[in-house]
């Protein structure tokens, strides 16, 4: 039952934009897939639009989107929960209209088999607002498990190329990631990479030491390291059939380089963060530790090549790589601060804003259809996720009312991720997530700031 005890699934919403591009495979750049209308669920399912419903849910002036997926959080559990829990990860997300999420296996104790997945779905169940799906994570020394693994346990496997305060196992060794792409293509597990190459910075720390600034962050954690590793990942992918897909890209030479192996037939893949196209090197000399990131924030003309990315539909998805650290943790001397910020509750509006700013001509339906595609229907096709992604009959009940022109301004109180300080506090963001349902309860609304129950299902 919804709080105000509507049975779950009776809704209809209506007088929208409806943004469905699966309904019709829209083309790249253009808004086949949006159309004035409705959206009925019933029984957490959509049904035809010609089923009644209790509760009316008024969409005009609003997109409806199916529910966003974020497939790249960190919601800290087990190990780490004074950072981030699922009960707050999970308001965060349902505020920023992701339904869905993946969740990665640098915990304590790390998520780097089977039987540790299993155990972190039994502590994740009853406390989730969203459905959940998770990252099984690649052990170097038992690379053999990618070749049978079950895929209703895990379709994907995190490999961690580099070295950070959070990575459980770091995989430095070339034979042993050799073995690795061996197996998971044996197995069929899509490998999800944090590509930076650990050697190239290990070298370079031993000759001019660590930062003592965070302005100077970037320039000691350079452009080399992500563009030597995703080298490494497509010659591996060539190698092996691989499926890959690379995170959190942060350069022009890794856009460049993914693009053209996927050009060339290779089965590899790349994300984008909400931070990597929202924030500068420039920016990281205001707000330091706020966004120190691995990989670092890169300078303008990276970011530009990355919106092109998006503009061109060659990013496959976008994440928010939402990876809390308290403010004492973040505020340690600039050598001992970790990496990562929050990231899924602003992830949609974020991205919104800096399209409608960088492209203020393109109509808004085109805009919209590239954010959907990106946050919702390709993530759910990469990762096997049923019922997710789209608006069709038979699919979840995943909704968001998406308000495009509603300007407001984001500020700490806003914040739901348990930290409670995000990078974008001050921005002035261009639309607004009014409401959130999933699977035809609501579980957002914006109006009123309530929230529905923690009953998210494991998406197997």
């Given amino acids: ?56 849910i008024d969409a005009r002036g609003a997109y409806v989107l199916p529910g966003l997926i974020d497939s790249h959080v960190h919601f800290r ?20 209209g992701v339904t869905t999420v993946m969740d990665m296996p640098n915990t304590v104790p790390p998520t780097l088999s089977p039987e540790a997945v299993l155990a972190k779905a039994e502590l994740v169940a009853g406390t989730s607002l969203v459905d959940y799906a998770f990252h099984v994570g690649a052990d170097p020394d038992r690379p053999e498990l990618l070749a049978d693994i079950d895929p209703g346990v895990a379709v994907s496997a995190k490999v961690f190329m580099a070295g950070h305060h959070t990575a459980p196992t770091v995989v430095r060794d070339p034979g042993q990631l050799d073995k690795i792409f061996a197996a998971a293509a044996a197995g069929r597990v899509r490998l999800v990479l944090h590509a930076e190459d650990d050697a190239v910075y290990a070298l370079l720390d031993r000759w001019r030491g660590a930062p003592v600034r965070h302005r100077d962050y970037e320039r000691y954690r350079p452009r080399t390291g992500p563009i030597s590793a995703v080298a490494q990942v497509v010659r591996l992918v060539e190698r092996h059939g ?8 942060s350069t022009a030479e890794e856009a460049d380089l993914v693009t053209a192996a996927r050009a060339a037939g290779l089965p590899v893949t790349f994300e ?17 530790a706020k966004t120190r990131l691995a990989p670092a924030i890169r300078q303008r003309a990276d970011q530009d090549r990355l919106w092109e990315a998006v503009r061109l539909g060659e990013v496959s998805s976008l ?61 759910a096709a990469l990762f096997g996720l049923r019922g997710k992604g789209r608006l069709e ?27 409670g300080w995000s990078a974008y506090e001050g921005w002035t963001m261009a639309g607004r997530v009014r409401t959130t349902v999933r699977r035809g309860e609501i579980v957002w609304d914006a109006d009123t700031g309530t929230f529905g129950s923690p009953t998210g299902h494991w998406v197997r």
């Avoid at 829209?26 to 004035?36: C, H, Q, Y």
């Avoid at 209308?37 to 029984?43: A, I, N, Q, T, Y």
């Avoid at 399209?355 to 919702?376: F, G, K, N, Y």
């Avoid at 495009?404 to 348990?418: G, I, N, Q, T, Y």
């Fill in 77 to 96: 559990t087990p190990g780490l929960t004074h950072k981030e829990d699922w009960p707050h990860g999970s308001r965060a997300a349902v505020a920023g």
């Fill in 319 to 379: 994440g928010s790589d939402h990876a809390p650290h308290t403010t004492e943790e973040k505020c340690r001397p600039v050598p001992d601060a970790p990496p990562g910020l929050p990231g899924v509750q602003e992830l949609a509006t974020a991205v919104w804003t800096g399209m409608r700013e960088r492209w203020p001509d393109e109509s808004p339906d085109v805009a919209m259809t590239r954010l959907v595609r990106h946050l919702a229907e390709e993530p």
């Fill in 242 to 249: 691989t499926a890959a897909h690379v995170l959190h890209l």
């Fill in 1 to 56: 039952m919804t709080p105000d005890g509507v049975r779950s699934g009776d809704v209809v919403v209506s007088g929208g934009r409806v943004v469905a591009v699966g309904e019709t495979g829209g083309r790249r750049g253009t808004a086949d897939g949006v159309r004035s209308g409705g959206v009925v669920v019933s029984d957490g399912k959509i049904v035809p639009a010609d089923r009644e419903a209790r509760r009316v």
């Fill in 393 to 419: 009959i038979g699919a979840d009940g995943d909704l968001v009312v998406f308000e495009p022109d509603h300007r407001w301004l984001f500020s700490a109180r806003d914040v739901r991720a348990k930290c």
């Fill in 272 to 288: 984008l963060t909400g931070h990597h196209l929202s924030f500068t090197d420039v920016d990281t000399r205001r707000l330091g």
